[in-house]
């Protein structure tokens, strides 16, 4: 349920917005999701649909765009992209790094009229 939870915050987020720069319909939203978020796209699809109803942003298509993880090298500082979950980073070969990206969850634009 933690999509719906997801879902119901960038409605809120996006109307709070909207009644500002005073557009009349939104056709669609693009968000980022990082891999470490634990969001499922289709899951997150689904609650957008329901909860948007009889709002500005009832029938807006939603797309995604994936966040890969981003660690930082503790031996030599490299930041770099998780690929294939391949942890060792590719400037020294260490393999002790801390997580500084990958959990993100951010409206990226929206189609308004
Ligand atoms: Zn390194």
Redesign the pocket.
């Known amino acids: 349920m933690h999509e719906a939870t997801v879902a119901r915050n960038i409605i809120e987020v996006i109307e709070s917005e909207i009644s500002i720069a005073n557009c009349k319909k939104i056709y669609s939203v693009k968000l980022r999701i990082g891999e470490l978020s634990g969001i499922y796209p289709e899951s997150l699809e689904y609650y957008f649909y329901e909860l948007s109803k009889n709002t500005i942003l009832e029938n807006a298509k939603l797309y995604f765009e994936k966040a890969p993880i981003k660690v930082k090298?503790t031996?030599?500082?490299?930041e770099f992209e998780i690929q294939n979950l391949d942890y060792d980073?590719p400037?020294?070969?260490?393999s002790q790094y801390h997580i500084i990206g990958g959990d993100e969850l951010e409206i990226i634009n929206m189609e308004v009229e």
């Open positions: 090298c031996a030599c500082s490299a980073c400037n020294c070969k260490s």
